[in-house]
T-cell receptor, first 114, second 112 residues
Framework: EADIYQTPRYLVIGTGKKITLECSQT?????MYWYQQDPGMELHLIHY???????EKGDLSSESTVSRIRTEHFPLTLESARPSHTSQYLC?????????????FGNGTRLTVT | GDSVTQMEGPVTLSEEAFLTINCTYT??????LFWYVQYPGEGLQLLLK?????DKGSNKGFEATYRKETTSFHLEKGSVQVSDSAVYFC???????????FGKGTTLSVSS
């Protein structure tokens, strides 16, 4: 049972539109992450946060932005969607202070930009 | 930098066959190692983990042993089922790491 929720599950949108992918977790985790998963299934870290008002860019350059105003909420925004943004986006969280802590993943948002 | 290399898939097996998915890693220090599984249409779930050399992680009939001498963490299962069809990811967490580093994933398809 998922304790981390992503909405929408699927989104088809036209080029140039602004979109926000929602991610919420009920576990009180400080660390949260966004991964982009390509069609070959490889995962790329695009953003992460260690807590409220903390956001950092990940290993893969992304035109998206994130915010962390509340512990439980970590939305991702694309100001102007392009076909190259078509992908699956996975949100995850983990407890802080322990590198052995596993990641808890949401079920993902599959974004298609036409 | 730290990295994880998995065997390429897809891996196609018949039900009750033996499964091995190879995973090797490069890391400084003493990383923790993980296997995650992704079923169709879902996010990733932790399958098992090992935090130090010679540890064996196990869950749902799957096992993997942390081998420091060969820098490996191969996933094994003695008898696969159709329900094991999924994508399997090997990952490591280094002490200085920002987040987990994932391999590219291996797709397993089991037929009855």
């Amino acid at each position: 049972e998922a304790d981390i929720y992503q909405t929408p599950r699927y989104l088809v949108i036209g080029t140039g539109k602004k979109i926000t992918l929602e991610c919420s977790q009920t576990m009180g985790h400080d660390k949260m992450y966004w991964y982009q998963q390509d069609p070959g299934m490889e995962l790329h870290l695009i953003h992460y946060s260690y807590g409220v008002n903390s956001t950092e860019k990940g290993d893969l350059s992304s035109e998206s932005t994130v915010s962390r105003i509340r512990t439980e909420h970590f939305p991702l925004t694309l100001e102007s969607a392009r076909p190259s943004h078509t992908s699956q986006y996975l949100c995850a969280s983990s407890e802080s202070g322990d590198t052995n802590s596993p990641l808890h993943f949401g079920n993902g948002t599959r974004l298609t930009v036409t | 930098g730290d990295s994880v290399t998995q065997m390429e898939g897809p891996v196609t097996l018949s039900e009750e066959a033996f499964l091995t998915i190879n995973c090797t890693y490069t890391a400084t220090g003493y990383p923790s190692l993980f296997w995650y599984v992704q079923y169709p249409g879902e996010g990733l779930q932790l399958l098992l983990k090992a935090t130090k050399a010679d540890d064996k992680g196990s869950n749902k009939g799957f096992e993997a042993t942390y081998r420091k001498e060969t820098t490996s963490f191969h996933l094994e299962k003695g008898s696969v089922q159709v329900s094991d069809s999924a994508v399997y990811f090997c990952a490591l967490s280094s002490w200085a790491g920002t987040a987990l580093i994932f391999g590219k994933g291996t797709t397993l398809s089991v037929s009855s």
